[in-house]
Nanobody, 124 residues
Framework: QVQLVESGGGLVQAGDSLRLSCTAS????????IAWFRQAPGQDRQFVAG????????KYARFTKGRFAISRDNAKNTVFLQINSLTPEDTAVYYC?????????????????WGQGTQVTVSS
């Protein structure tokens, strides 16, 4: 059974940092590009960042403005999302998703597997 499990979310204060993790089981993560998406209350889910299977290519949404960093450790079957200088606008459920190709990394419908999400809540 394939599972992607996100962790690392929580309740933090504005200005804090978090590192989210996406760990795979039943799946060789090194053969997939991975994307992070987020969904804020009452809003559509949006692309945040993506990384290719080797960790050589990354892509970020404009709103990340250098505060987000995606990385991966294929030996641990895990992808990370570092978020610095958190603001209340970053409050959302954060999801990771696996994509067999890099070219569709921002497209939600092309993702083969999704995690259940981890809640990030930022208080002002």
């Amino acid at each position: 059974q394939v599972q992607l499990v996100e962790s690392g979310g929580g309740l933090v204060q504005a200005g804090d940092s978090l590192r989210l993790s996406c760990t795979a089981s039943g799946l060789t993560l090194s053969t997939y590009s991975i994307a992070w998406f987020r969904q804020a209350p009452g809003q559509d889910r949006q692309f945040v960042a993506g990384i290719d299977d080797a960790g050589s290519l990354t892509k970020y949404a404009r709103f990340t403005k250098g505060r987000f960093a995606i990385s991966r450790d294929n030996a641990k079957n895990t992808v990370f999302l570092q978020i610095n200088s958190l603001t209340p606008e970053d409050t959302a459920v954060y999801y990771c998703a696996a994509d067999p190709t890099w070219r569709n990394i921002v497209i939600q419908s092309r993702k083969e597997y999704w995690g259940q999400g981890t809640q990030v809540t930022v208080s002002s």
